[in-house]
């Protein structure tokens, strides 16, 4: 019910009596950010007190930041991944945290190349649980009405493998949607799902997907919002429903369900569901057999009001895509979190994307800041409290946990957009990797990303964006150069780019990187001319399934920016459809030094 009397909020009036409760507890963290920083680094160090890894740095059961700062060093996964190996092996000691490690989650495949096992204990799913509670209540004050309909939510999980000791290793989001505080979650009129947790929990991302989809048409006039984990993982959805349409529209016009899902639950669950609906299917024959998908998303789902996925760092890509299928649609990212730990939420959900910066939750783990300076990609030594970060200026994030990860770079490079109350606010910059290297040169993700939106501006005229890209740095050639694989879609096949627009473009994408690679281009000739592989249409679904069929999770998948995997190479290579470089080098004069 609508709450009458004005409950305090300055984010706007909750929609109900348990968004009031939510949003004050918002305010009341954001207000007290300090001193609940204070608080949660104290819980932190006392109950670990006698674990292995904290009694080496003799602390003396001191549970102040002096202290803390003073003796405990900070890390990265190389510094524990003994101690995380031992634990995976078996060892059921006090090694990292008091509390028995519960099970390991599985960070993403892409981040730095490798899957690191994250330590976590039970009482985080309760931690988890309560950030996800916090989303709704803050995306009614902008939307109101979505107790009136459903999300159509693409939600998988991947199946869990057990370490050498017999703990689950998984990923963050299979372990959250397999566990009772999602199963058995209460009823909540603005966050009711058409996606059957029968579908939901099958491993054979198949099956789940084509259940989703499948129960999405179906209650098509009651979806308010559509939404994915990843921008990706939505374009994935009308992907399968550009190739699979015909069958979902057998099903819904026979009120049968496919030979080809053999889950028994979601067997038993759509006999329930699915009935004979003759005008349906001749609707979705309709729109689905035209060659135009634009806007397709409000053509079947005419009510949707959002499309609720993370379209921040290189997500950003995708964005120009999802405008075309959504006819423009506002893009919602809630929530910053990641397999170490969940930072914190969206207070302007509806915002450009652009312009998305989420507000740190104090109360989730304790967090500090190494001072970033993007010219020179250097990190001081020295480390702020979440309360002094300074606005404008940019950090890598540094984390302390329930859990047992202590002083833990996390790897994002933040920007400090503003406050809320006491508490800062972040853009999301990108992970701090670098991603191509030739020479002395180092290219990182965001300068590729800028220099592929730059280069795409060429591709306007022509009604053809960029769908999807990764690189890799050639060697085979003397000199070295950087390869980029595009895919693109065209909207008007007789007016696509020419071979020369297309060589334009990779000039455009030199002429956006730093001043280091442009001086091996011009001067040190250490680097050749930039190419641009153009592939097929599809390629990078077929990138996407080798991934998962690898052992990527379906969730957590994110395009590598940068490949050198063999395999992966080979399944590029072999879907270019055509080839451009630089015909020209990019500007560069040499730099005054001061």
């Known amino acids: 019910m609508a709450v009458d009397s004005p409950i305090s909020s300055p984010l706007g009036p909750p929609a109900c009596d348990k968004d009031a409760k939510a949003l004050r507890f918002i305010e009341e963290m954001t207000r007290n950010a300090d001193a609940v920083q204070e608080r949660v680094l104290a819980e932190i160090l006392t109950r670990n007190a006698h674990t292995e890894y904290l009694k080496r740095f003799e602390l003396g059961g001191a549970s102040d930041r002096q202290t803390f700062k003073s003796k405990v060093p ?42 690191k096992l994250m330590p976590t204990i039970k009482e985080d799913l309760d931690r988890r649980q309560l950030l996800y509670s916090l989303l709704m209540p803050v995306m009614n004050i902008y939307v109101p009405g979505l107790d009136k309909g459903k999300g159509l939510y693409f939600l998988f999980v991947k199946s869990e493998t057990r370490t050498p000791g017999g703990l689950l290793a998984r990923p963050v989001l299979t372990s959250y949607y397999k566990s009772d505080h999602f199963k058995t979650r209460p009823f909540d009129p603005y966050n009711v799902y058409t996606s059957p947790n029968e579908a939901i929990l099958c491993p054979d991302s198949f099956q789940s997907m084509y259940t989703q989809m499948l129960c999405g048409l179906i209650e098509r006039n009651h979806v308010l919002r559509l939404g994915a984990v990843f921008a990706s993982g939505l374009l994935r959805a009308i992907r399968f429903l550009q190739l699979q349409w015909p069958k979902l529209v057998r099903d819904i016009r026979s009120g049968t369900l496919t030979s080809q899902i053999t889950d028994p639950a979601i067997r038993e669950y759509m006999d329930n569901v699915l009935k004979p609906d003759p005008e349906l299917a001749q609707f979705m024959t309709e729109q689905c057999s035209k060659d135009n998908w634009e806007g397709i998303i409000t053509r079947i789902w005419p009510n949707t009001k959002y499309l609720d996925v993370i379209v921040t760092g290189a997500m950003a890509q995708y964005i120009p895509t999802l405008n075309y299928y959504s006819g423009g649609l506002p893009l919602a990212c809630t929530m910053y979190a990641s397999s170490e730990c969940y930072f914190g939420l969206n207070l302007n959900p509806m915002c450009k994307p652009s312009k998305v910066s989420y507000t740190i939750m104090p109360n989730m783990a304790y967090f500090e800041f190494l001072l970033h300076d993007p010219n020179s990609g250097s990190v001081s030594s020295k480390l702020v409290d979440l309360v002094d970060v300074e606005v404008g200026k940019e950090y890598e994030l540094v984390i302390t946990t329930y859990a047992g990860l202590y002083r833990y770079r996390v790897g994002d490079i933040l920007r400090v957009t503003g406050f809320h109350n006491s508490t800062p606010q972040f853009h999301f910059v990108r992970r701090k990797n670098v991603l191509l290297s030739i020479d002395s040169d180092k290219t990182d993700e965001s300068e590729l990303q800028n220099g592929i939106e730059n280069a795409s501006k060429l591709l306007a005229d022509f009604n053809t964006s960029v769908v999807e890209y990764t690189s890799y740095a050639d060697t085979t050639t003397i000199p070295g150069h950087y390869v980029i694989y595009w895919e693109l879609l065209s909207k008007d096949s ?101």
């Open 494 to 594: 007789a007016n696509a780019p020419s071979h020369e627009v297309l060589n334009r473009c990779c000039l455009e994408m030199e002429e956006s990187l730093n001043s280091v690679y442009r001086q091996c281009r011009v001067a040190d000739h250490s680097i050749g001319p930039l190419e641009i592989r153009v592939v097929k249409n599809g390629t990078f679904e077929e990138l996407m399934d080798y991934a998962i069929s690898r052992g990527a999770s379906i969730n957590q998948y994110k395009v590598p920016r940068c490949v050198s995997f063999t395999p992966i190479m080979e399944l590029l290579d072999s879907r270019v459809v055509s080839v451009h470089f630089s015909q020209e080098l990019p500007h560069w004069t040499p730099e005054r030094r001061r």
């Open 74 to 115: 900070v890390i990265s996964y190389e510094d524990v991944k003994s101690e995380i190996q031992r634990i995976a092996n078996g060892d059921c000691s006090p090694i990292l945290s008091a509390h028995p490690i519960s099970e390991f989650l599985t960070s993403s495949g892409t981040s730095a190349g490798e899957r």
